[in-house]
């Protein structure tokens, strides 16, 4: 049998599994940020869908069956909705990959989901709580102050400064020194 080169590997799953648009052209599929009017991506037997393609939701996690791999969520509009992961679903917790049954209940989180059979956005394909998601983003906080249990600081993007928050501090709360 012939060795396979690692580049043409990496290049016959980038074509068969569509995980990179081609000529940077706007998907056929509607995304959260293009194509309103399209309908969104449909999951493919045997294909990663391309990145981008699902649908993201901001809730709190409220139930978690992490034998399989499902649960329910409270969306920001008040709604509960149920998710089933995708078996290569992801999950991110503090910064890093983590199993469903490490994100403890309570937590918000961004959930990226595809439509099922009947259209209802369920099928997840990655959740990040939102501490991940502000990393992913290059967004970091400089502690300023504490004051009676509030913690004054500096939101910075790239770098930069870009503007100010206070949070609240709990017995849960955690405060990492240096860099993230």
């Not at 199993?99 to 956005?121: I, K, M, N, W, Y």
């Not at 991940?132 to 600081?153: E, F, N």
Request: overall charge negative; aromatic content about 8%; glycine content about 10%.
């Amino acid at each position: 049998m012939k060795p396979v080169r690692a580049a043409g590997l990496l290049a016959a799953l980038a074509c068969c599994g569509g995980l990179w648009a081609q000529d940077g052209a706007a998907p056929a599929y509607r995304t959260d940020a293009a194509n309103p009017g399209a309908a969104w991506y449909q999951l493919r037997p045997l294909e990663f869908p391309p990145r981008d393609s699902a649908h993201a939701i901001a809730g709190t996690l409220v139930a978690a069956d992490f034998i399989h791999r499902s649960g329910t969520f409270r969306a920001a509009d008040g709604t509960l909705r149920d998710f089933a992961m995708l078996p290569y679903g992801t999950a991110l917790y503090a910064g890093a990959e983590a199993e469903l049954r490490d994100v403890p209940l309570g937590t918000s989180c961004v959930f990226h989901l595809h439509p099922d059979a009947t259209g209802a956005f369920t099928r997840l394909a990655a959740m990040e709580d939102d501490f991940s998601a502000a990393v992913a983003q290059g967004t970091t906080w400089r502690l300023d102050a504490v004051h009676d249990g509030t913690l004054a600081t500096t939101m910075r993007r790239a770098g930069a400064d870009a503007g100010g928050a206070a949070f609240a501090v709990d017995a849960a709360t955690r405060v990492w020194k240096g860099e993230a």
